[in-house]
């Protein structure tokens, strides 16, 4: 059974930068508690001598040619941001 | 107590692709805020990046510039860290398997070993303002590529010495240009301190350096830091610090994430990048002479010294020029001095880069060739540079417009003599009782009369003439 503390669950919110109340942090320990024990499933077959698989294509990479294609008006692309000031996108202050 | 530093340094260039790395946005720097961006670099949900061909060509030709093992098979992962200069909230980059690993450089004998080359996208620039942040993601996308040293490094002038090494053979192969104002160029620094026979100490890494003397002013400072550290007792932590230019200092940024909360994972938009031999061979022949192999060609082709070759071969211009001239001037020594101590001098006083300046190989020769048919002396050559230096104005046309061109003529010059003479009859009277050195003031003020357009050797002749001499 996998356990996940709840030191490490406030770690996780840190790098994602999420503030969680005590309830959520119980909720999601539980919560994700359960998705690894059901990951943990497929830790039970000996893998020991096949080659990880991150692809199921048995290709390389497709390349594209250098060419410059700047079709996009930045108008349009800053509407999508919840706030933008002048040509930037707008966040809450860092530092 | 024998402490030693070991230093590894992390530089970071810019690919000199004309688009980005997994999208075709413009690479161009000094664009308005946001106006080379799209969906793929600006991290919207559905869009796939797609590798850019000239990116992995130019990677691979920096590698093998750099000795390195160019990988059949390499992989992209996903950097995952939260910040907003990364729309996507991971970076797209390379772990276990990097593209090129097991470099060298020489630094003057000794070896510095290169662990790995690897591809990344850079992140979008922030700026602060009052009250909130404001995001740039021109550079989001930007390609690059991540030089990894071994620890070898022992000082920090060594730091130096490597980093202008690294920059020479990245802009000798042309993959970059190497602009640290443009941020084209960037480096981190990681230091601690052993004593000797025992393993490594705690390391720390430095951010926010901006030149390779930075680097340099704050190595001394963290290593003596850390050995203050130490010799009281105490322990050096792993962390990142930041360098104050202004104050010489560095000082704790955080506490450093453990690789493990970069959550590394493969890359699932990307399928594995697959470089075949030939291609590399075939770039194998687009890596050029590189400086160091330039400097001993130099020294052995044009008997130049070491220190003036070495010169020479600092930038790459600086070589094209020096060997342009040469193609219409073959007096190698001569066109070195000219190079090393008249643009070089005229360079450093205006602070300008041989690139914008007005000087060009055929106008420095034409002026050669003109002191060495005698229309001007080599002194008033000096000024004639100067002025070709500050408007690139033609040699021939300058001399024109000053009245340059040299004397030469005996009835202009008997001219001048006797007037010379007729002013000094004590030097005249040195001279006779057998004080030779005399000519040498007589000349000096024919000089001065003619504004140094006297042919010497002509003048000299016929002062001695003058003076009675029998020649």
Not at chain 2, 115 to 138: I, P, Q
Not at chain 2, 183 to 194: A, K, P, Q, Y
Not at chain 2, 374 to 379: D, L, N, P
Not at chain 2, 401 to 417: A, C, F, H, M
Request: charged share 30%; proline share 4%; aromatic share 6%.
């Amino acid at each position: 059974m996998a356990e996940i503390t709840k030191k490490e669950i406030e770690h996780l919110a840190l790098l994602s930068r999420l503030s969680l109340s005590e309830e959520e942090k119980n909720t999601l320990s539980q919560q994700i508690k359960e998705i690894l024990n059901y990951v943990e499933k497929v830790n039970e077959l000996n893998t020991e001598n096949v080659t990880p698989t991150f692809n199921v294509l048995p290709l390389g990479e497709r390349l594209r040619e250098d060419k410059v294609d700047n079709k996009f008006d930045s108008q349009s692309l800053l509407r999508n941001a919840p706030e933008s000031e002048g040509n930037f996108f707008k966040v809450p202050k860092i530092v | 107590m024998n402490l030693e530093a070991v230093i590894g340094l992390e530089v970071h260039c810019q690919l000199a692709s004309c688009s980005k790395i997994f999208c075709s946005c413009p690479t161009k720097f000094g664009a308005l805020p946001n106006t080379q961006v799209c969906p793929v670099c600006l991290g919207l949900p559905g869009v796939l990046p797609v590798f850019n061909k000239r990116v992995l060509e130019l990677a691979i030709i920096s590698g093998l510039a750099l000795s390195c093992k160019i990988n059949n098979h390499s992989r992209f992962h996903r950097k995952n860290y939260f910040y907003p200069d990364l729309p996507k909230a991971y970076q797209i980059s390379q772990y276990d398997e990097p593209l090129a690993t097991g470099g060298s450089i020489n630094l003057d004998g000794k070896k510095i070993g290169i662990t790995r080359l690897h591809l990344e996208e850079d992140a979008g620039k922030l700026m602060h303002a009052e009250g909130a942040s404001l995001v740039d993601f021109n550079r989001c996308g930007i390609p690059l590529i991540e030089i990894v040293s071994e620890p070898d490094i022992r000082s920090p002038e060594e730091a130096y010495a490597y980093l202008t090494e690294i920059k020479a053979i990245l802009q000798y192969t042309e993959v970059s240009n190497c602009n640290m104002e443009e941020g084209s160029l960037r480096c981190d620094v990681n230091v601690s301190i052993r004593r000797e026979g025992e393993g490594l100490g705690e390391k720390v890494e430095i951010k926010n350096l901006n030149s390779f003397r930075g680097v340099e002013k704050a190595l001394h400072y963290e290593i003596e830091r850390q050995i203050e550290v130490i010799k009281s007792g105490r322990k050096v932590f792993q962390e990142t610090r930041l360098f104050d230019e202004k104050k010489q200092v560095t000082f704790t940024m955080r506490a450093k994430e453990e690789a493990k909360d970069y959550r590394y994972f493969p890359e699932p938009d990307l399928l594995p990048l697959i470089v075949e031999k030939e291609q590399i061979e075939s770039l194998k022949s687009q890596v050029p002479e590189l400086a160091s192999q330039k400097k001993e060609r130099f020294m052995k082709d044009y008997g130049l010294s070491e220190y003036d070759a070495k010169i020479l071969t600092s930038t790459k211009e600086m070589a094209i020029f020096f060997e342009t001239c040469l193609r219409s001037y073959d007096k190698p020594k001569i066109v070195n001095n000219w190079i090393t101590t008249e643009l070089l001098g005229l360079l450093a006083e205006k602070k300008k880069k041989l690139a914008d300046s007005l000087v060009k190989p055929e106008l420095l020769t034409k002026m050669l060739l003109l002191i060495d048919d005698g229309v001007i002396s080599g002194k008033i050559g000096k000024d004639v540079f100067a002025e070709i230096f500050a408007s690139g104005k033609d040699p021939e046309e300058i001399i024109k417009e000053k009245g340059l061109v040299q004397i030469k003529d005996t009835d202009s010059l008997y001219l001048v003599i006797d007037e010379v003479l007729s002013e000094n009859p004590q030097a005249i009277k040195d001279y006779q009782e057998g004080k030779k050195k005399a000519v040498g003031s007589l000349i000096g003020q024919i000089m001065k009369k003619t504004m140094g357009r006297a042919n010497p050797e002509l003048a000299n002749q016929l002062l001695l003439k003058r003076l009675g001499e029998d020649i």
